[in-house]
């Protein structure tokens, strides 16, 4: 017999992420270059367990990070 209240509590817990992958998406089309919503958004997809798009946007925030450094001054 399934347990519907395994499903229910699954649903809610990455609910939260879910919400958040959604709106990082929305925010890095329109300004990729804004590394702190890629950052947002790796961490969203590592907790709804997609390792490789959360690996993909945290290398994104890291070469952003990269770039940011090489324009400061000194």
């Known amino acids: 017999m399934h347990d519907a209240s395994a499903d229910v509590g699954s649903t809610a817990n990455t609910r939260p992420a879910s919400s958040a992958a959604f709106i990082a998406r929305r925010v890095t089309t329109r300004a990729p270059a804004y590394r702190q919503a890629h950052v947002l958004l790796a961490t969203a997809y590592y907790r709804l367990k997609d390792r490789a798009q959360g690996d993909r946007h ?4 890291e070469k952003l990070r990269a770039e940011e450094q090489a324009r400061e001054p000194g």
């Open 58 to 61: 945290r290398d994104i925030a």
